[in-house]
């Protein structure tokens, strides 16, 4: 009943910037917390940045100061804007949303598919 998308992936150079974006679709009633995972080859994927409903933020520690996660209520879509990029950013990058299906229960953890972010010369 709803579908996570993200988009924004590619390959950018050391110190270079990336803006992910994700948006949700199909039939929900509202959309609660959101946020950014991500998942390199051999690491354990992460929480880097989340956002609540009313755009309380939360990064990690390694993030901070770097990326800024957004949202477009109106939208029901959340970004992420990445500056000053390392190579240990490189990795597959998730949109999680928790989505609220009815007024009345029935609630879900929705994940995107992933989006790559590669960080190299």
């Known amino acids: 009943q709803v579908q996570l998308v993200e988009s924004g992936g590619g390959l950018v150079q050391p110190g270079g910037s990336l803006r992910l974006s994700c948006a949700a679709s199909?039939?929900?009633?509202?959309?609660?917390?959101m946020g950014w995972y991500r998942q390199a080859p051999g690491k354990e994927r992460e929480l880097v940045a989340s956002?609540?409903?009313?755009?309380?933020?939360r990064y990690l520690d390694s993030a901070k100061g770097r990326f800024t996660i957004s949202r477009d209520n109106g939208k029901n879509t959340v970004y992420l804007q990445m500056n000053t990029l390392k190579s240990d950013d490189t990795a597959v990058y998730y949109c999680?949303?928790?989505?609220?299906?009815?007024?009345?229960?029935?609630?879900?953890?929705?994940w995107g598919e992933g989006t790559l972010v590669t960080v190299s010369l």
């Open positions: 999680n949303a928790f989505v609220k299906i009815r007024r009345v229960g029935d609630a879900i953890f929705a």
């Open positions: 956002i609540t409903s009313g755009g309380i933020t």
């Open positions: 199909g039939s929900f009633f509202a959309i609660g917390d």
